[in-house]
């Protein structure tokens, strides 16, 4: 492993503590090394650009996944609701069915609820792991060992 030049680790080390964006990054990076400004300036141009591409593909990600997604639980919820409604329509009470339509709304309501939960805890999961990666790694590149 090649040494790492003071400023440079000092940068990495900061990087650790607390990640921030490429953009700040190589702001503190040029500061050290104006001789590299066009360099700095690409790098800050491509992660602008890789940043802008990657949230288009996945509000496309989102929009062709998150209809699917969604209907899951309205379809758990309708299959419950229109059996419950389909036991109640036989005592022919029309309140009771309105009861039933406005409970499967609610039990709806409750289905996302539980459900972005979930989705949410397990994308902080993945998260957490991905930042722990990049920490390791730029351990490894400063060539300590954990």
């Known amino acids: 492993m090649s040494q790492v030049p003071e400023a440079l680790a000092e940068v990495i080390n900061e990087e650790r503590a607390s990640p921030r964006m490429l953009e700040d990054v190589l702001g503190r990076l040029e500061a050290e090394r104006p001789d590299l400004a066009p360099f700095w300036e690409f790098l800050s141009i491509k992660d602008r650009h ?20 969604l ?3 309205l379809f758990i919820v309708a299959i419950v609701a229109a059996a419950a409604s389909f036991l109640l329509m036989k005592q022919g009470d029309p309140t009771l069915l309105l009861a039933v339509f406005l409970s499967g709304a609610a039990s709806l309501y409750l289905a996302f609820q539980v459900f972005l939960h979930l989705w949410a805890w397990r994308d902080v999961k993945k998260l957490t792991a991905i930042t722990e990666d990049y920490r390791r790694r730029l351990a490894t590149m400063l060539g300590e060992s954990e």
Not at 50 to 69: K, N, P, Y
């Open 50 to 69: 890789d940043r802008h591409a990657f949230s288009i593909q996945v509000e496309h990600a989102i929009f062709r996944r998150l209809g699917w997604r």
């Open 71 to 73: 209907m899951r639980p």
